[in-house]
C-alpha cells in the first residue's frame, strides 16, 4: 500500500499500462518534457521515450483525429485535454468521428481523451466547466468521472483497456487535496458501476466527481441533526449504474442529485427521468436537484461560490426534502 | 505486379508498365459506369435512396493514386473516389450493396455511398464534415512511421475542404512530425456551387506545401499518368522518411454535386474545355498509340466492364435489407462484439471489417 494523491494515482495507473501494454501511448500539449500542465505525465517522457509520450502542436481537433487513426491501426492511446474546457476544439473528432465509428463500420477505436474539469480554482470560465454531457448525450462514448484517488487509478486502467472511446473527466480541485492508500497489486474499477459511499437510511444523494466529497460533508453534518444521508458515486456517467440509482432511491424514497455542472440538460434530468418512470411508487417526496445554475462559471472568488453547490446548499435540501 | 524502377529516379520510384496501363484503364472504366448505373438507373428507379455523390471527370486522380499503394499502405478516400474501394479489394457487389442499404454489406445499412470502411483493406473511410480524416491520416502515418516499414497514409479531400481549420491542423501535425502522409487534393473547382474565387485567395493551392514545410505541388487530375507519377514521387519522399507533401489534382466536376443538382452554375465554356480532357480518352489515346492495346480490345474491356456490373448489381439486389431491432446493435464494440456475427443470418461479405488491425495486401 502506498499513500497517493488522486493526481498521483492517475499517473501510476498511466505508468503501469504503459509498462504492461506496448500498444499504449500517450500525445497532448507540455505533456512530455514540461510533464504537463498540472504534472500529471511528469517523468514519463524520461521512463518511456518520444515515441511514446508525444508533445503535439496546439490543436485539439489533430491531436484527437490521430489517436483515433493509430487506435484503428491497433494501438491504444491516451490523448491528454490541458483542459476539459479546450475539449470544445477536438469536438466533431470526439462526437462524429469516435463516436459513430463502430456502430457504422465496425472497427474498434480503443482510446482516451483525459484532463481536468471542475472549478474551485478560480480558473475563470475557460478553466473551470464541467461539461461532461456534451459527451454523455453522444451514443459510442463512454464518459467516467472519478471522485478518489483508489477510482482513479482503477477507471483510467479500464479506460485504457475498453475497446470505445472513453472520456476521463479529472477534477482539478480533488488533484492534490485527497489522498488515499493505493493497494500494490494491479486492479480495475469497472466502467458503468456506480458505488455506495456511505450508507443512510432518509435520503440518497446521488453525484459524482467532486461534489461526492460535498455530499459526504453535508451527510456528517446532518447526521448530528439525526437527519441519515445515503451517498452514491456514480463514478460512469455513460453507460451510469441504472441498478444502483434505483435501489438507493428505493431504500431512501427521498431522492437528492447533485452535481457541479448547470442544471438545465444535466445529468439530475436524467436521473430524476430514470427515477420517476422506474420508482415512482417508491417515493415520498419530490425528486430534488442541487446544481450550479444555468451561467458560465464566473472568476471572481464570490461570484465562483456563489455559483458552486456547497454541502451547505445541500444540507438546506436535504432539510426541506426530510419535511415530506 | 511487376513494374519497372526508372534508372534516373530514385530506386523506389516506379514507373507504370504495360499490365498496370491496362489496369488504369479497366479502373476507370469500371468507376465511370459503375457511378453512370448509380446516378442514372438505380437512383431514378428509385432502389437507391438518400444522397448520391459521383466523380464523373475525377476518376483519374482515385486510380493514379492507389495503384501506387503497397502492402500495408493506407488510404483515406473521399466521397468522390469510388476507384480507390474497387483498387483496395472492396467488391463491386458489396459496394453496390452498400448504396443498396442490405443488411448484408459493408457497414450493413448504417452508412451510405462511399462511408465504407475496412482495416484490413487499409481504408478508412469519411465523414460527412469533410477534412476530419486528415487529422487520422496523421494517426495513422504515425503508426507506419514506428513501424518502419517505409508505409504511407494517403488522404484525399476536395479544394473546398482546404478551408476548414482541420486541414492546416492535420497539415501542420504531420509536417512537424514528418509524418509520411501524402495529402491529395481533388480540385474540381466547386465546392457544391462554391468556385474556386470564393473558397481561397490563393492563385494556386501548391503554397500551401511550402507554407506547413512541405513540398507542394499540382498536377492535371484528368491524366492518371500524372497522377500516378506524382503520386509515386511524393510517397518515395514519405517512405524515406522525409515527410509529408501536399498535391493538388485539377480537374472539373463533370456532374452535379449530386444527384438532383444539375449543376447551373458551373459556366457551359468551361464544361466543353475540360469534356476535351476526358481521362478516360486520353488515357485510351495512349494505350493506342504505345500499342499496348487495340481498338478491338478497348471495346471488349467495355463490354466486360458492363457484364461485370450487371452481375455485381444482381448479386446486391438479392440481398435483404436488415432487419429493423438491428437499429440498436453494435453500438459499443464489445467482447461479444455484434459485428462479428454475420448480418441478417447470412454469411458475412468478404470485405466486411471484423479486426482492428491492418491487414497485408499486395497489389
Known sequence: MALLTYLEAIRQGLWEEMERDPSVFILGEDIGAYGGAFKVTAGMLEKFGEDRVIDTPISESAIVG??????????????????????ACGFDQIVNMAAKMHYRWGPAVPMVIRGPSGAGVHGGPYNSQSNEMWFVHTPGLK????????????????????????????????????????PEQDYVVPIGKA???????????????????????????????????????????????????????????????????????????????????????????????????DTPVPFAPPLEEYFLPNATKVAEAARKLATY | MKNTTVAKESKSITKPDA??????????????????????????????????????????????????????????????DF?????????????????????????????????????????IPIISPLGATLPVACGAALVLKRRGKGNVALVHFGEGTTSLGDVHEAMNFAAVMKLPVIFICNNNQFAYSTPVDKQFAVKSLTVRGPAYGMPGKSVDGTDVLAVYDAVER????????????????????????????????????????WAKKDPIQRLEKVLLSRKIMTKQQIEELGKQVSQEIDRAIADA???????????????YCEPDCWWRKPPSGVPVPTSVATDNGPRTTDD
Open chain 1, 66 to 87: 490521430a489517436a483515433i487513426g493509430a487506435a484503428l491501426m491497433g494501438m491504444r492511446p491516451v490523448v491528454e485535454m490541458q483542459f476539459m474546457d479546450f475539449i
Open chain 2, 83 to 123: 476507384s480507390v474501394f474497387l483498387i483496395r479489394g472492396f467488391s463491386l457487389a458489396d459496394m453496390l450493396a452498400n448504396w443498396l442499404a442490405r443488411g448484408d454489406s459493408p457497414t450493413r445499412g448504417r452508412e451510405n455511398t462511399l462511408h465504407i470502411g475496412d482495416v484490413r483493406l487499409g481504408i
Open chain 1, 195 to 293: 458505488v455506495v459511499r456511505r450508507p443512510g437510511t432518509d435520503i440518497t444523494v446521488i453525484t459524482y466527481g467532486a461534489m461526492v466529497w460535498t455530499a459526504l460533508d453535508a451527510a456528517g453534518e446532518l447526521e448530528k441533526e439525526g437527519l441519515s444521508l445515503e451517498v452514491v458515486d456514480l463514478r460512469s456517467l455513460l453507460p451510469y449504474d441504472e441498478e444502483t440509482v434505483l435501489a438507493s432511491a428505493r431504500k431512501c424514497s427521498k431522492v437528492i442529485l447533485l452535481h457541479e455542472d448547470t442544471r438545465t440538460g444535466g445529468m439530475a434530468g436524467e436521473l430524476a427521468a430514470l427515477i420517476a418512470e422506474k420508482a415512482f411508487d417508491d417515493l415520498d417526496g419530490p425528486i430534488v436537484r442541487v446544481t450550479a445554475p
Open chain 1, 143 to 182: 464518459v467516467v468521472a472519478p471522485a478518489t484517488a483508489y477510482d482513479a487509478k482503477g477507471l483510467i486502467k479500464a479506460a485504457i483497456r475498453d475497446d470505445n472511446p472513453v472520456i476521463f473527466y479529472e477534477h482539478k480541485f480533488l488533484y492534490r487535496r485527497i489522498k488515499e492508500e493505493i
Open chain 2, 234 to 273: 511524393a510517397s518515395a519522399r514519405a517512405r524515406a522518411g522525409k515527410g509529408p507533401s501536399f498535391l493538388e489534382c485539377v480537374t472539373l466536376r463533370m456532374a452535379g454535386h449530386s444527384a438532383h443538382d444539375a449543376a447551373e452554375y458551373v459556366p457551359e465554356k468551361l464544361k466543353q474545355a
Open chain 2, 317 to 331: 439486389e438479392a440481398r435483404p435489407l436488415p432487419r429493423s431491432e438491428e437499429a440498436v446493435a453494435g453500438v
Open chain 2, 19 to 80: 499490365p498496370t496501363l491496362r489496369r488504369m484503364l479497366y479502373y476507370l472504366k469500371l468507376t465511370r459506369e459503375s457511378e453512370l448505373r448509380i446516378e442514372q438507373v438505380l437512383y431514378r428507379q428509385g432502389k437507391i435512396v438518400g444522397g448520391v455523390y459521383v466523380g464523373r471527370g475525377q476518376e483519374a486522380i482515385g486510380v493514379g493514386a492507389a495503384l501506387t499503394m503497397r502492402a500495408g499502405d493506407v488510404t483515406f478516400p473521399c466521397h468522390r
